[in-house]
């Protein structure tokens, strides 16, 4: 079955969590933490973030420490994104704060 509006089918997840569920507990901990990350960051992010996994895809890591060095590198970018965001939120937010009036 293949992708349906922009998703994945059903049994393209189903391989994808039996794959994962055949990594080590490390492996399996990278992907859920870029999970979880990529559910938090931005769709500008999230597309950041994917043409970094095809460009790892399309490099085919020969060997186990070149994909789990790419995989760190893109939570790296992920969380550095998040925090960035997370920073000028709050920065944003303090122009909507009225500055205490001195009496």
């Known amino acids: 079955m293949s992708s349906m509006n922009g998703g994945f089918a059903s049994d393209e997840v189903l ?7 055949q990594l080590g507990s490390q492996d399996q901990e990278r992907i859920l933490k870029l999970v979880k990350l990529l559910a938090l960051a931005s769709p500008t992010v999230r597309d950041q973030t994917h043409r970094m996994l095809l460009s790892l895809l399309q490099r085919k890591p020969h060997t186990m420490y070149e994909c789990v060095t790419a995989v760190d590198e893109l939570i790296e970018h992920l969380e550095t994104s998040l925090r960035r965001s997370r920073s000028l939120d709050r920065w944003h937010s303090l122009d909507r704060v009225e500055p205490e009036r001195w009496n």
């Open 15 to 21: 391989r994808l969590v039996k794959t994962v569920g």
